[in-house]
Nanobody, 114 residues
Framework: QAQLVESGGGLVQPGGSLRLSCAASRRIFNIYIMDWYRQAPGKQRELVAAVTPGGNTNYADFVKGRFTISRDNAKNTVYLQMNNLEPEDTAVYYC????????WGQGTQVTVSS
C-alpha cells in the first residue's frame, strides 16, 4: 500500500524554524510531483510548495523567501524547511502526490505562538 508519512511538526515561537519530512512508502513517488499543503482551522486546504522529480520548485506567494521544499529520491523523502515562521503559518501540514489518485499523509501540526 502506497502511503505518505509526515513528521517534524511542533510548537515554535514567531521567527523560529522547523523542518518537515514526508517519507514515501514506495519509490514510485520519486517520478511524480510532490507537494505540501496546509489547512488552518476554519480555512480551506491550500498549496504551500511543490517539487518536480528533477528538483524544480514552486511556492505560494505567502511563503516565498521563507520556505524551501526539497527532495531526496534516494531516501524517498520530501522536506519542507520553514524559516521565519509567523503565527499565520499555524496549520496542519500535509504531504501530497497524485499518481492517478490523490495520496495524502495524515498531517503534522505546526503551531507558531509566543
Amino acid at each position: 500500500q502506497a502511503q505518505l508519512v509526515e513528521s517534524g511538526g511542533g510548537l515554535v515561537q514567531p521567527g523560529g524554524s522547523l523542518r518537515l519530512s514526508c517519507a514515501a512508502s514506495r519509490r514510485i513517488f520519486n517520478i511524480y510531483i510532490m507537494d505540501w499543503y496546509r489547512q488552518a482551522p476554519g480555512k480551506q486546504r491550500e498549496l504551500v510548495a511543490a517539487v518536480t522529480p528533477g528538483g524544480n520548485t514552486n511556492y505560494a506567494d505567502f511563503v516565498k523567501g521563507r520556505f524551501t521544499i526539497s527532495r531526496d529520491n534516494a531516501k524517498n523523502t520530501v522536506y519542507l524547511q520553514m524559516n521565519n515562521l509567523e503565527p499565520e503559518d499555524t496549520a496542519v501540514y500535509y504531504c501530497h502526490s497524485k499518481i492517478g489518485v490523490d495520496y495524502w499523509g495524515q498531517g503534522t501540526q505546526v503551531t507558531v505562538s509566543s
